[in-house]
């Protein structure tokens, strides 16, 4: 799939999108040496505060449920059919990761590590036909809290408008048919 959201070059601060990327666009930063160095440094910070000013600075990120003029709600331009997932705190991230992708109710398009190394960005398909973006992020997430005892969501999902930051991930997980429509 074709699939194109926004991406921003750092800081967070930064709002106006530097261009419109895919899924595969995505795992081929996610999985290669670009953001290496930071995603090592920031793992290193046991300040809390420390370590989200450090995030906020030194990750580009993606809106990876759309294609907005500016980052927020209201300046969507196309809804990508996609909603993203952030998961913090996580105890066993390689028990989650395989969970999560092997799960056969949800489709994953792109599955990572967190900047911080605890939690899982989870990309997840969903059809604005049948739903709005609020109503699949609900929808997701008491399905999660019920077939898995997952608490552990963030909130942010339900913005559609949500930053997420790309970090280093080398065993990023990516849904085939995104490798082989990205062409």
């Avoid at 331009?77 to 056969?104: A, K």
């Avoid at 989870?122 to 049948?130: F, S, Y």
Wanted: aromatic share 12%; net charge positive; charged share 25%.
């Amino acid at each position: 799939m074709n699939t194109h959201f926004s991406f921003y070059k750092r800081p967070i601060s930064n709002t106006i999108p530097y261009k419109s990327i895919t899924v595969g666009d995505a795992y081929r930063v996610i999985k290669g040496n670009y953001f290496r160095k930071q995603t090592l440094q920031l793992r290193q910070l046991t300040d809390k505060s420390e370590a989200s000013k450090f995030k906020r600075s030194n990750f580009h990120y993606a809106t990876f449920s759309g294609v907005f003029k500016e980052r927020h709600e209201s300046a969507l331009v196309r809804h990508s059919g996609l909603i993203v997932f952030d998961f913090d705190g996580v105890e066993d991230v390689q028990r989650l990761r395989n969970m999560l992708i092997s799960d056969s109710e949800l489709e994953t398009a792109l599955l990572f590590v967190s900047p911080s190394g605890n939690g899982i960005k989870w990309v997840v398909e969903i059809d604005l036909q049948l739903g709005t973006h609020q109503q699949f992020y609900d929808g997701i997430k008491n399905y999660l809290e019920s077939s898995y005892s997952i608490k552990r969501l963030d909130k942010s999902g339900r913005d559609v408008a949500r930053a997420c930051f790309l970090p280093h991930d080398p065993e990023v997980y990516i849904n085939p048919k995104f490798v082989e429509n990205d062409k």
